[in-house]
């Protein structure tokens, strides 16, 4: 069955699996693409404004005490990595 994008106007073709689909695989990647960049793009700015209001200073003695209570030797990007999906507390 052929369906025509919504963002790019072309015709393709579609899979009985795919029947929902509304965009092409193209402008499904181009998507996909732009949201990680912009996921990417929120992350940074969260960790400017922790760096830029002062924070630092607390969050490095917050993983000192992790890593010692823990026995762990995490550094800061992967302590706030950990912390971010929720995998420590």
Do not use: P, W
């Not at 790019?8 to 899979?15: A, W």
């Not at 499904?28 to 990417?40: D, F, G, H, K, L």
Request: charged share 35%; glycine share 4%; net charge positive.
């Amino acid at each position: 069955m052929e369906v025509i994008c919504t963002r790019c106007h072309k015709t393709f073709l579609v899979i009985d699996g795919e029947r929902n689909y509304k965009t092409c695989k193209k402008c499904r990647m181009r998507n996909r693409i732009s949201s990680q960049r912009y996921e990417q793009n929120q992350r940074i700015k969260r960790i400017e404004a922790d760096i830029s209001s002062n924070h630092l200073n607390e969050i490095v003695h917050e993983i000192e005490v992790y890593n010692k209570e823990h026995g762990t030797h995490y550094t800061y990007g992967k302590y706030v990595a950990l912390k971010e999906r929720g995998l420590i507390e």
